[in-house]
């Protein structure tokens, strides 16, 4: 996978795999910030996205 060589091939490099594998600029972009933010940030991108903020939620350290 792409994000895999991320540190090897860098942002711009990853970024333009994707959009090779059919993956639209604009897709690849929020994918890219979404890899490098934490949850808050992650919560504030996927605004409006139940599935999304579902997903984050999930993430979540469970408390014990």
């Known amino acids: 996978m792409a994000i895999d060589k ?19 600029s604009e897709a690849a972009n929020t994918s890219l910030r979404l890899f490098a933010a934490d949850l808050t940030e992650m919560r504030g991108l996927l605004d409006g996205d139940e599935r999304g903020l579902y997903a984050i939620e999930q993430l979540k350290p469970s408390k014990s």
């Open 6 to 24: 991320f540190d090897k091939i860098g942002r711009d490099g990853v970024h333009a795999e994707l959009v090779a594998r059919g993956i639209a």
